[in-house]
C-alpha cells in the first residue's frame, strides 16, 4: 500500500504539495494565478488568432491545460497555456492540409494537440526526454530568431487592414506590403501602432503590470463609442459563452498520419521550450524538476485539453517570469488562473465584441519580439563560430525555407554535429610543468618540458568504432614529428572511460607496429572497465602488465629507472 501511494505522489507531485499548504503559499499563488489570469486572457485570444482559430479557442486552451498540469507538474512557476510559437507551428503545419479558420482546420488543430500530448506523455512515460537534446541551443535559437520574424510578419495585415493571402514566407508580405503601402488602413494602423507603444512603455515601467489588458480595454472601449468598425475596422464579433463540452469528434486514425510531422516537430519544440524556462525558474529558486514528469505532464495538459476543445499548450517564457515574480510558489497558481478564465468564458465574453483584431496583432508582435535571441548571435560571434554557423543555417532555412524544413534541417544539422564531433574528439601531447608531477596540454602550456625520446599522448574520449581512426591517424602523425630518437609511448587513458572490440583491435595492431620500430607503448591512468577488456582480449598480455601505470609521472618515472639500469650495465 505504501508503494501504491508513492508512485500515486510521484506521479501527482500536487498531492505532496498539498500536504504542506499553508495560508503564506496560498496567498503568494493566489496572486500569482490572478496575475497570469488576467494577462492570459488577451494573449490567449491572440495565440488562437495566430495559430489561425476563433479567439474562444484561445481560452478553451487555458482552462482544462492548466488544471492537469496544476496535478502533473514538477515546476511550481512554470505558466502553461498558449505560446507564439507554437501557434505558428500550427497554422504551419495544419494549414497545409485543410482552409485556416474552417471547422476542419479546428479538428485538426484539436487533433494535433492529442497527438503532441500522446508523444509527449509516452516520451516521459518511457523516460526519453534525452531525446531533445538533439536540438542543439544553437539550432533552437535560429529556430526561434526566425520564427519570430515570421510571426511578426504575419501579423502585418491584421496590424495595417491589408488584403493578403495566408503566407508564412516573410519577403512575400513584405513584398505585397510595400506595393499596397496606400492601401493601409489609417485607422487600423494607428490602432496597432498605438497599442504597440504603449505596452512597450508600460512594460518598461513595470513587467509584471497587465498591459496587454490595458490596450484590450481601450480598444474595446475607443471602437465602441466611435463606431470604428463601420470604418472598415476588424474587430472580433460574437464569442461564444460558456464553457468548452467535452467532445471526440476531432479522434480519427485515418487524420493522425498527415499531421504525424507537425506533432513530433511541437512535441519536441514545445517541450524544449517549456523545460528550458522550468529549471531556469527553479534554479533561481534552489529545487528541481523532473525532465521526465515534465513530459508527462506537459502530455497529460494536451491530452486532456484536446477534448475539451483546447489546441496544443506548453510553458511560456513571458507568463512564467511574471507568474515567479507575482509570487507563484507551487502549481496550484495556475488552478486560480483556470478559474479566472473559466468566468471569463462564462460571464464575459460579450465584453470583447468590440475588440479590434489589430489590438491581438500588436499583442502577439510584442510578445515575439523577444524571441529574436540577437544576444545569443553576439556571443557565439565572440565564443563559438562553430555554433554560430549552425545558428544561421537554421535561422535562414526556417526563413526561406519554411518552419517545418527550417527546423528539421536543424535536427539534421544538430545529428551531423554530434557524429562529426564523437569521430574527431580531442587529443593532447602533453608535456611536465617544472619539476613537477603534473603534465599538461603542450599547445595551451607551451612552458611544458617534453622530450624526443617520449611521447606522452592523451585521447579525451571513449575509444571505439566512430574514431579508431582518429585516435591511429593522430597517433602516428606524433610519432613521426617526434622522429628516430621516440623510444616510448605513454598513452594517457584517464579520459578512456570505455573501449570496443574495434578499439582493442587498434591498440592491438599499434602495439605491433610500434613493437617493430623498436618503440615500447606504456599505459596510464587506465580505467577498471578498461584494464579488464585488455585482459580478457590478451593485449594486456602481450604488453606486458608492468606497462600499466596508476599515472604519467609513475610511467615517466619507471622509464628513467629503466633507462638508468641499461646505462649501469653497459
Not at 498540469?69 to 507554437?86: C, E, H, N
Not at 498605438?194 to 497587465?210: D, E, Y
Not at 465602441?224 to 460558456?242: C, E, S
Not at 599522448?457 to 575509444?463: G, K, T
Given at each position: 500500500m505504501?508503494?501504491i501511494?508513492h508512485y500515486?505522489n510521484q506521479?501527482a507531485p ?6 504542506n499548504?499553508?495560508?503564506k503559499?496560498?496567498?503568494g499563488d493566489?496572486?500569482a494565478g490572478?496575475?497570469?489570469g488576467?494577462?492570459?486572457?488577451p ?16 481560452l478553451?486552451?487555458s482552462?482544462?491545460?492548466l488544471?492537469?498540469?496544476a496535478?502533473?507538474?514538477t515546476s511550481r ?10 501557434s505558428?507551428?500550427?497554422v504551419?503545419?495544419v ?10 482546420f479546428?479538428?485538426?488543430a484539436v487533433?494535433?494537440a492529442?497527438?503532441?500530448?500522446l508523444v509527449?506523455?509516452?516520451?516521459g512515460l518511457?523516460?526519453?526526454g534525452?531525446?531533445v537534446n538533439?536540438?542543439?541551443h544553437p539550432?533552437l535559437?535560429g ?6 520574424i ?5 501579423q ?6 491589408l ?6 514566407k ?5 513584398y505585397?506590403?510595400v506595393i499596397?503601402?496606400s ?8 490602432i496597432g ?5 504603449v505596452?512597450?512603455?508600460l ?9 496587454a ?7 474595446i472601449l475607443v471602437?465602441?463609442?466611435?463606431a470604428l ?23 480519427s ?5 498527415p499531421i504525424?510531422?507537425i506533432?513530433l516537430?511541437i512535441?519536441l519544440v514545445s ?5 528550458a524556462?522550468?529549471k531556469?525558474n527553479?534554479n533561481?529558486?534552489g ?7 515534465e513530459?508527462?505532464?506537459?502530455g497529460?495538459?494536451?491530452i ?7 489546441f496544443?499548450?506548453t510553458?511560456g517564457?513571458?507568463?512564467t517570469?511574471?507568474n515567479?515574480?507575482?509570487?507563484a510558489n507551487s502549481?496550484v497558481?495556475?488552478?486560480?488562473s483556470?478559474?479566472?478564465?473559466a ?18 496583432a ?5 510578445a515575439?519580439a523577444?524571441?529574436f535571441d540577437?544576444?545569443e ?12 554557423a549552425?545558428l544561421?543555417?537554421?535561422?535562414f ?5 519554411g518552419i ?6 536543424g535536427v539534421?544539422?544538430?545529428l551531423?554535429v ?6 574527431k574528439?580531442?587529443y593532447?601531447?602533453?608535456?611536465q610543468?617544472?619539476?613537477s608531477?603534473t603534465y599538461?596540454?603542450?599547445k595551451r602550456f ?5 622530450r ?5 599522448y ?8 566512430a ?7 593522430t597517433i602516428?602523425?606524433?610519432v ?7 623510444e616510448?609511448i605513454?598513452?594517457?587513458?584517464s579520459?578512456?572511460t570505455d573501449?570496443d572490440s574495434?578499439?582493442i ?8 607496429d610500434?613493437h617493430?620500430?623498436?618503440i ?8 577498471g572497465?578498461?584494464?579488464d577488456?585488455l585482459?580478457?582480449?590478451g ?6 602488465n608492468?606497462?600499466?601505470f ?7 618515472q619507471y ?12
Amino acid at each position: 500500500m505504501k508503494g501504491i501511494t508513492h508512485y500515486i505522489n510521484q506521479f501527482a507531485p500536487l498531492l505532496n504539495t498539498l500536504k504542506n499548504y499553508d495560508k503564506k503559499t496560498f496567498k503568494g499563488d493566489a496572486a500569482a494565478g490572478i496575475t497570469v489570469g488576467i494577462m492570459l486572457i488577451p494573449q490567449g485570444m491572440a495565440y488562437a488568432v495566430l495559430a489561425g482559430l476563433p479567439p474562444v479557442y484561445g481560452l478553451y486552451a487555458s482552462i482544462v491545460p492548466l488544471l492537469i498540469y496544476a496535478i502533473l507538474g514538477t515546476s511550481r512557476q512554470l505558466a502553461v497555456g498558449p505560446v507564439a510559437m507554437v501557434s505558428l507551428l500550427v497554422v504551419a503545419g495544419v494549414g497545409e492540409l485543410a482552409e485556416v479558420g474552417s471547422g476542419r482546420f479546428i479538428q485538426l488543430a484539436v487533433l494535433t494537440a492529442f497527438g503532441v500530448g500522446l508523444v509527449q506523455f509516452l516520451m516521459g512515460l518511457f523516460r526519453m526526454g534525452f531525446m531533445v537534446n538533439f536540438l542543439s541551443h544553437p539550432v533552437l535559437s535560429g529556430f526561434t530568431s526566425a520564427a519570430a520574424i515570421i510571426i511578426g510578419a504575419s501579423q502585418v495585415k491584421n496590424l495595417t487592414g491589408l488584403e493578403m493571402e495566408q503566407t508564412n514566407k516573410v519577403f512575400e508580405i513584405v513584398y505585397h506590403t510595400v506595393i499596397h503601402l496606400s492601401d493601409i488602413n489609417l485607422i487600423t494602423a494607428s490602432i496597432g501602432i498605438g497599442s504597440i507603444a504603449v505596452m512597450v512603455l508600460l512594460k518598461k515601467w513595470k513587467r509584471t503590470f497587465p498591459s496587454a489588458l490595458i490596450v484590450v480595454a481601450a480598444g474595446i472601449l475607443v471602437t465602441y463609442l466611435f463606431a470604428l468598425n463601420q470604418y472598415g475596422i476588424a474587430i472580433v464579433g460574437d464569442i461564444p459563452k460558456g464553457l468548452p463540452s467535452f467532445s471526440t469528434e476531432f479522434l480519427s486514425i485515418d487524420d493522425i498520419r498527415p499531421i504525424m510531422t507537425i506533432v513530433l516537430v511541437i512535441a519536441l519544440v514545445s517541450y524544449m521550450e517549456s523545460i528550458a524556462v522550468a529549471k531556469a525558474n527553479a534554479n533561481k529558486r534552489g529545487y528541481k524538476v523532473d525532465a521526465n514528469q515534465e513530459l508527462i505532464a506537459l502530455g497529460g495538459a494536451n491530452i486532456g485539453g484536446s477534448f475539451f476543445q483546447s489546441f496544443p499548450v506548453t510553458g511560456g517564457f513571458s507568463r512564467t517570469a511574471v507568474n515567479d515574480q507575482s509570487g507563484a510558489n507551487s502549481t496550484v497558481a495556475s488552478v486560480f488562473s483556470a478559474i479566472l478564465v473559466a468566468f471569463t468564458v462564462l460571464f464575459l465574453t460579450p465584453l470583447f465584441y468590440y475588440l479590434p483584431g489589430a489590438v491581438l496583432a500588436a499583442i502577439i508582435m510584442v510578445a515575439v519580439a523577444g524571441l529574436f535571441d540577437y544576444k545569443e548571435m553576439i556571443k557565439l560571434w565572440r565564443t563559438d563560430r562553430k555554433d554560430l554557423a549552425m545558428l544561421a543555417v537554421t535561422f535562414f532555412a526556417t526563413l526561406f525555407l519554411g518552419i517545418e524544413e527550417g527546423i528539421a534541417i536543424g535536427v539534421i544539422l544538430s545529428l551531423a554535429v554530434v557524429i562529426y564531433s564523437s569521430t574527431k574528439p580531442h587529443y593532447a601531447e602533453v608535456g611536465q610543468l617544472g619539476d613537477s608531477h603534473t603534465y599538461r596540454n603542450i599547445k595551451r602550456f607551451p612552458e611544458a618540458k617534453i622530450r624526443d625520446e617520449v611521447l606522452i599522448y592523451r585521447f579525451d574520449s571513449n575509444l571505439y568504432f566512430a574514431n579508431v581512426e582518429h585516435f591511429r591517424e593522430t597517433i602516428d602523425n606524433k610519432v613521426f614529428e617526434h622522429g628516430t630518437p621516440l623510444e616510448l609511448i605513454i598513452i594517457d587513458g584517464s579520459a578512456i572511460t570505455d573501449i570496443d572490440s574495434t578499439g582493442i583491435d587498434v591498440l592491438d595492431r599499434l602495439f605491433d607496429d610500434m613493437h617493430q620500430k623498436g618503440i615500447k607503448i606504456f599505459m596510464s591512468g587506465v580505467h577498471g572497465p578498461v584494464r579488464d577488456k585488455l585482459k580478457l582480449s590478451g593485449i594486456a598480455e602481450k604488453m606486458n602488465n608492468e606497462c600499466f601505470f596508476f599515472d604519467i609521472s609513475e610511467a615517466v618515472q619507471y622509464y628513467k629507472e629503466k633507462e638508468q639500469e641499461l646505462l649501469h650495465s653497459a
